[in-house]
């Protein structure tokens, strides 16, 4: 195990926690479940079977009542029906509310998992173990869980800050090439939010941000989840500031919808983030050479930079029902410069649709 490095978030809060970044971190998880937990239900994907049982030994070697529960893989985890399963297993294992819910996946998975411990007996801890790129960068930290329903994404959920996270570097091993790409998108979004150093850092190393184990990885790792404690520190219930963590999202998330979650959410930001940067250019607010940044950037490690065209109706109406939108004006996050984001209101329709036109591919 190597030192790790700890990251606090909501310091001067009721909610405040640690997040461990480093490898090797699974010993750290019971000095970050508290002193009175006895019992622990470790939630985790199918995919991470064996992981999710090596924990569930490993606390039961240490005197926990530790027991396990799979979920499917995937956004099919976040549902009601999963957490009404879950519910029952917490009721079987007689959880209380001294004891501890450790969510270990993906996004989709802590997600889950923040959520179920926000409702079990009106809230107990959950300790995070992120082992997605993305999961660790962003879904874990910030106190942000929730389930999808038949009507869309995340549309029920709970503020719930973790007790702790633990991102331990050498989960990312098994990590599909295509989620690793993925959770980039958000890596890179922290870079041109907040600290343009993580952009260098990707150019300077297009092959080693590939690889889970090189020293850059782990940098870029840390730089963007102190980017995001940073934001939720300042801003711990989403009213202005958090939104800047929304670079790229409104056109995402109605890529998204167009695609029927067929495409990766970090391939989504990605198209999101260059829509963003096109619209703030025909607003006279950004340079032509940080635009481009966005596109060799995104396309250096693999993600698009383009959307097909004949989209727009679809693309507008999903856009207007976004969460983020305020009656009928659409809001968006821009930047003025590198590390300088601003918000772009009301921007008319000609507007928004001449910048779909500059992500179009044919
Ligand atoms: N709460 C928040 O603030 C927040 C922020 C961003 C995203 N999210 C949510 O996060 C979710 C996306 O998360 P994601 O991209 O991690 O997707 P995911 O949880 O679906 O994980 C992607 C796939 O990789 C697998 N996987 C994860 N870690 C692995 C590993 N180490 N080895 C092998 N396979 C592994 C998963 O089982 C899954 O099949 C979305 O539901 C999104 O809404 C939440």
């Not at 979004?189 to 850059?216: E, T």
């Not at 490690?301 to 097909?308: A, E, F, H, I, K």
């Amino acid at each position: 195990m190597s030192d790790p490095t700890r990251i606090s978030v909501g310091q001067g809060s009721d909610s405040a926690y640690d997040v461990l970044i480093g490898f090797g971190l699974l010993g750290e998880l019971p000095g970050l479940l508290g002193s009175g937990v006895e019992r622990v239900l470790i939630i985790h994907p199918r995919s991470l079977r064996t992981t999710g049982e090596a924990l569930c030994d490993g606390l039961g070697a240490q005197g926990f009542s530790a027991f396990i529960a799979e979920v499917p893989d995937g956004e099919e985890a976040k549902s009601a029906g999963t957490a009404a399963y879950l519910w029952g297993v917490l009721g079987r294992c007689a959880l209380t509310r001294s004891d501890a819910i450790v969510g270990m996946g993906g996004g989709t998975v802590t997600d889950l998992a923040g959520f179920v411990a926000a409702t079990w007996l009106r809230g107990v801890a959950v300790v995070q173990v992120p082992t997605s790129m993305l999961a660790m960068v962003d879904a874990a930290v910030g106190g942000k869980t929730g389930i999808n329903t038949a009507e869309g994404k995340n549309l029920v959920g709970a503020f719930h800050p973790p007790a702790g996270v633990v991102c331990d570097l050498a989960m990312l091993e098994t990590l599909p090439a295509i989620e690793w790409v993925s959770g980039m998108a958000e890596v890179i979004k922290c870079g041109f939010i907040a600290d343009p150093v993580i952009l260098d850092l990707v150019q300077a190393h297009p092959q080693s941000v590939r690889g889970w184990h090189g020293p850059v990885v782990r940098e870029l790792i840390e730089r963007s989840i102190l980017v995001k404690a940073r934001v939720v520190t300042a801003d711990l219930k989403e009213s202005s500031l958090r939104e800047i963590l929304n670079y790229g999202h409104t056109f995402a998330h109605a890529i998204e919808q167009v695609e029927s979650y067929s495409w990766r959410h970090g391939a989504a930001v990605s198209v999101g983030m260059v829509y963003a940067a096109e619209l703030a250019r025909l607003a006279g607010r950004l340079d032509d050479a940080v635009v481009d940044r966005h596109r060799s950037i995104l396309a250096g490690v693999g993600l698009p930079t383009t959307y097909r065209s004949g989209r727009w109706p679809e693309l507008y109406a999903a856009m207007r029902r976004d969460k983020k939108s305020r009656g009928s004006l659409l809001r968006f996050v821009v930047l003025d410069d590198l590390a300088r984001p601003g918000r772009l209101e009301g921007p008319d329709e000609p507007m928004l649709k001449a910048a779909y036109a500059r992500v179009c591919r044919d």
